[in-house]
């Protein structure tokens, strides 16, 4: 239906960082110019796969009713969640949208996000009106981790990007330091992503939303997720090709078109558009 919602999930590359308009050039905004729909972009930076599948559960429970389509870009392998040194969890400790810390990420950080020698205020986050966010749990790269401490906190300085981290103990930011460097085996995490993508497409599948889920690999993921609901989209092999001009080592609008171009072509050929 032309009213009813495309709905984005993913990290930075899904959120649009790399580039120049948030509102016109990110895949999700083009696919939904070529349906003529409205769109959400539920997508945040350092999203790991499990925070994408929450952001899927989030669509297909409490959006389904306004949402058609649900776009999902599969992260990188090397992302980690923990929740801050002294973080009380009430209630039944579901998991949900609420306790992802969407406030400490680009683009909703206030002047997070620079174009053209301008940073851009922080844009609203997906669950900012809410009256239950608090946005408790961190969602890292571990290339983050790594930068953090050996940049900042190896030399006990202050970093107002990093600001999530500012709190918690030096011990256990060197701890996930070296859990990053010596422990972390992206092969691992790689079986758990593919697992909470799984999960994602189950819910939606069950709530008989139509889903497309980007993976680089899509021959490794249909052994568990439905071809029908996958799209070839290699988010670093875009960086590559179309890298962008923003010095954030993400993919440009071009990159973006190239991912729309799959997504509207997967979409007629399950004969959804």
Not at 45 to 57: D, E, H, R, V, Y
Not at 140 to 163: C, H, P, Q
């Amino acid at each position: 239906m032309a009213d009813k919602n495309i709905v984005m999930c993913g990290d930075s590359f899904a959120a649009g960082i790399g580039c120049h308009d948030l509102t016109t050039e990110p895949v999700v905004a083009l696919v939904a110019k070529e349906l003529n729909k409205p769109w959400i972009n539920l997508a945040k930076g350092s999203s790991t796969n499990l925070s994408i599948f929450l952001q899927a559960k989030y669509a297909a429970e409490e959006l389904k009713d306004t949402t058609d389509l649900v776009l999902i870009g599969n992260t990188s392998y090397d992302r980690v969640e923990w929740f801050p040194e002294g973080t009380e969890f009430p209630g039944s400790g579901e998991l949900s949208m609420l306790d992802v810390n969407y406030h400490d990420y680009p683009p909703f950080m206030p002047c997070s996000y620079v174009v053209d020698g301008q940073g851009i205020e922080g844009r609203p986050h997906p669950m900012e009106n809410h009256p239950n966010y608090h946005g408790r749990m961190i969602t890292e790269n571990y290339m983050g981790v790594i930068d953090f401490w050996e940049t900042f906190a190896s030399r006990d300085l202050v970093s107002d990007y990093y600001k999530r981290f500012a709190n918690e103990p030096k011990n256990k930011m060197k701890a996930l330091y070296n859990f990053a460097g010596m422990v972390h085996e992206p092969r691992i995490n790689r079986i758990y992503s593919i697992g909470v993508l799984t999960m994602a497409h189950n819910i939606l599948k069950k709530n008989k939303i139509n889903h497309l889920i980007f993976s680089h690999e899509p021959d490794a993921y249909a052994n568990y997720i439905d071809r029908e609901n996958l799209v070839e989209v290699n988010w670093g092999q875009l960086s590559l090709d179309y890298p962008d001009d923003l010095g954030t080592y993400h993919t440009s609008a071009a990159g973006h078109r190239v991912a729309a171009e799959a997504v509207m072509a997967k979409l007629k050929e399950n004969k959804w558009a």
